[in-house]
């Protein structure tokens, strides 16, 4: 921690891409379950945010709409990916509120 941050353009980063929407999900499950396991806000206050979680992100469909070398089925693609990662989240958030077994680290 605290060490200074450099670019290497040349560095070559040999781990694979998850490949797959289901490794996609694992890793977003960890993620926000890690976060959700070391939130300090009251428990009852994350049931308030539930409902953000069943629409699409507007900031992220902006994002892929304005990604260049992306066609008009691509886009589609990629945000339908987007929502699918959306609703890993609410099921994570619930699991957590009903004091389910949470994603650990393999």
Do not use: C, Q
């Not at 009251?42 to 900031?59: E, I, Q, V």
């Not at 994002?63 to 994570?92: H, K, N």
């Amino acid at each position: 921690a605290g060490a200074p941050i450099a670019y290497a353009g040349a560095a070559i980063v040999r781990h694979p891409a998850r490949t797959t929407f289901a490794e996609n999900a694992r890793k977003r499950a960890r993620i926000v379950g890690g976060k959700l396991a070391t939130r300090r806000k009251p428990r009852w206050r994350l049931w308030l945010t539930l409902p953000k979680y069943l629409l699409p992100s507007p900031k992220a469909f902006a994002r892929i709409a304005r990604e260049p070398g992306l066609g008009p089925g691509e886009r589609l693609g990629v945000m339908a990916f987007d929502y699918r990662l959306r609703l890993v989240d609410l099921r994570t958030v619930l699991a957590f509120l009903l004091g389910r077994h949470m994603p650990e680290r393999r």
